[in-house]
């Protein structure tokens, strides 16, 4: 059963920085991008960072030059260091793994961890 399990959530003050892991367990085929998203209470979930299985990235403009994406593909682990954060950054962060299966591609999703940036 494929787990994404998160960690390196918290408080920091702002201009702080936090580091953030999500390991990925069980039986999965091929992974064909790694992210994070994040959602801050009354609003939507959106994409704070993505990386591929080729080392792409991606990075939603407010985090551009503050946060790094990185991953550890023997340990199907994904990491973001977030540099600089502003009180802006305050979210529940998710996990999230896509996995590719045959022309299918399958999400998972970690459960979430918060992160509190205070002014």
């Known amino acids: 059963q494929v787990q994404l399990v998160e960690s390196g959530g918290g408080l920091v003050q702002a201009g702080g920085s936090l580091r953030l892991s999500c390991a990925t367990s069980g039986r999965i085929f091929s992974i064909n991008a790694m992210g994070w998203y994040r959602q801050a209470p009354g609003k939507q979930r959106e994409l704070v960072a993505t990386?591929?299985?080729?080392?792409?990235?991606n990075y939603a403009d407010s985090v551009k030059g503050r946060f790094t994406i990185s991953r550890d593909n023997g340990k199907n682990t994904v990491y973001v260091q977030m540099n600089s954060l502003k009180p802006e950054d305050t979210a529940v962060y998710y996990c999230?793994?896509?996995?590719?299966?045959?022309?299918?591609?399958?999400?998972?999703w970690g459960q979430g961890v918060q992160v509190a940036v205070s002014s």
């Open positions: 990386i591929t299985s080729g080392g792409s990235t």
């Open positions: 999230n793994v896509v996995e590719a299966y045959g022309g299918i591609y399958i999400n998972y």
